[in-house]
């Protein structure tokens, strides 16, 4: 995500379609900052767009522990979503093989509150993960 230095932090109340997972995250606001919209398999199948603030900046209100996770490709990323709803919530970068993204967790915008009127505001930065990551999603046949 790119920033200006100049942009002011905000927080964002954050959760899962049935409430059972709920957090804030602290960040540059949205309306001055980059988002990332990604082509790969999976941000694709889970409409994700990512901002990326420090571990710390994510505080989970309820939930945390319940959420379910998967893995795919390297296996070196959990994507966490809701047990209940299905919500995707974030990536997990702990287990990253770089430190840089070690420092930071993947937010999925559309858990905001009010997503849906922020969306079609944003920056978005395209990404072609399809190329980028792998292994590659096979689809499945018919």
Known sequence: ???????????YHANCHCGMITFSVRLPDLASSKVVSCNCSICTKNGYLFVYPKCEDVIFHSGELKMTS???????KEHKFCPTCG????????????EI??????????????????????????????????????????
């Open 87 to 98: 919500t995707s919530i974030l990536i997990d970068f702990s287990q990253a093989d770089r």
């Open 101 to 142: 993204e070690r420092q930071v967790t993947a937010i999925n915008v559309r858990t905001f509150v009010g997503a849906g009127d922020l969306i079609k505001d944003l920056d978005l930065k395209h990404v072609d993960g399809k190329t980028k990551l792998g292994p590659a999603y096979i689809e499945p046949l018919p």
């Open 70 to 76: 998967y893995r795919f490709g390297h296996a070196k």
């Open 1 to 11: 995500m790119s920033v200006n230095p100049s942009t002011s932090i905000q927080t």
